[in-house]
């Protein structure tokens, strides 16, 4: 019987620097080291994903996943599904999403965040 619930893959850490106008970055693999079966269907998106920020002592960043491309603002006055998230100093984040990419803007400096990705 398998487990659903826990990571069996991990990507390793990549650096993203950021500056403050918003970068994109591909969570995806190179589709020459994965399995036929897993390219032929196109780019698999990853479940679980760190947005590590500790040791920066001054940049807020903001990040949003899978093509949306994110601002230093939160409030629109319109709901729509679209998600944006902020990270403060010397914090990291884990979420659980299916992400393809992710975009992301840093305050105040430029700076570089680690983000680690996990497939169930």
């Known amino acids: 019987?398998?487990?659903?619930?826990?990571?069996?893959h991990w990507s390793?850490?990549?650096?993203f620097p950021l500056i403050s106008s918003p970068r994109r970055f591909r969570l995806s693999e190179d589709p020459a080291s994965m399995p036929l079966s897993?390219?032929?269907r196109g780019q698999r998106g990853w479940d679980y994903v760190e947005v590590d920020n500790r040791g920066n002592k001054g940049a807020t960043i903001y990040y949003a996943f899978n093509?949306?491309?994110v601002s230093s603002?939160?409030?629109s006055g319109i709901l729509t599904n679209r998600q944006s998230f902020r990270l403060p100093p010397d914090s990291i984040d884990r979420i659980f999403i299916r992400a393809t990419s992710i975009s992301?803007?840093?305050t105040s400096n430029a700076t570089t965040v680690f983000l680690?990705?996990?497939r169930y």
């Open 1 to 8: 019987m398998t487990r659903t619930d826990v990571v069996n």
């Open 12 to 15: 390793g850490t990549y650096q």
């Open 38 to 40: 897993i390219s032929a």
């Open 67 to 69: 093509g949306d491309t």
């Open 73 to 75: 603002t939160l409030a």
């Open 104 to 106: 992301a803007i840093a």
């Open 116 to 118: 680690t990705m996990g």
